[in-house]
C-alpha cells in the first residue's frame, strides 16, 4: 500500500506494472474509489505502469473537512505524480476525474502528455445543483440519494441482470463521507474549465455511456469539440463505462496509446 503525503493530507496510491513503463494516471469519480478501474486495468497492455489514487474523501484516503477546490483537487493529482518521480503521464479521467486531468493538463502541462476524459465536461451542471446536493448530504447524509445516484451511473440492463454487483457499487457510495462527498461537489460546482479546456494542446479522446445519467453524451461530445478531439459513445453503458463496457474501453484506451507511442 502506497501513500503520498500532501498538506498533512495522506493519499492511497496503487502503482503497478513496470516502472520503465508508460505511466498512465487514472483519476476517479464522486462517490467510487480507485477499484472503479479494476475490470479496465486487467484489459490494458501489461507494459504500461498504471498508477491509481484515491482523490480526498474517498477510498482510503484522508477526508478533511468539506470544502475543497478543484484546485486543491489538481494539486493533489500533481503530488501525486511528484512524489513518483512520473512526467508526461496519460491520465485517465471519469467524471469529477476528467475535471480534475483537464486542470491538471493546464496547470502542469509537464505532467501530462496526453488525456482521456470520460463522461466529463468542462462544466459539469449548475453550481446551485450541487449546492442543494450538498445541503442534502450534510443534513441527511449519501444513502437517501444512493437509488437515484445508481439510476444515472448504470444502464437499466445492469440494474436488471447484475443486482449483487449493484449493491456493492451502491455500497462504496454509502460509504463515501459525507465530507469527501459534499468537498467534492463544491468543487464541481467551482470549476468552469471551459476556456483553459479550450486552449489545451495535446493528444486526446473523448468518450461518454450512452446511457449516462450524470454527463449526458451531449455535455460530453461538446468538451470533446471545444479540443476537437474523437468522441466515442459507449453503447449499453451508462455513467461508469470502465465498469460496464471494460472491454470496449480497453480497446479505445490501447489504441489511442498505439497513435501517440
Known sequence: MKTVIRDNIVLHVRDDGPRDGVP????NSLGTDL???DALC???????RL?????RGHGLSDAPSAPYSMEELVADAASVLDQLAVTQAVVVGLSIGGMIAQGLAHARPDLVRAMVLMDTAARIG????WRDRIRAVQENGIAPLADAVMARWFAPAFHRDKPAELALWRNMLCRTTRDGYAGCCAAIAGADLTDTTRALDLPAIVMAGAEDGATPPDLVQATAALMDAPFHLIGGAGHLPCVEAPEQVAALITAFLKEIA
Do not use: H, S
Open 24 to 27: 498512465v494516471l487514472f483519476a
Open 35 to 37: 477499484r472503479v478501474w
Open 42 to 48: 486487467a484489459l490494458l497492455p501489461a507494459d504500461l
Open 51 to 55: 498508477i491509481r489514487y484515491d482523490k
Open 126 to 129: 449548475p453550481a446551485e445543483m
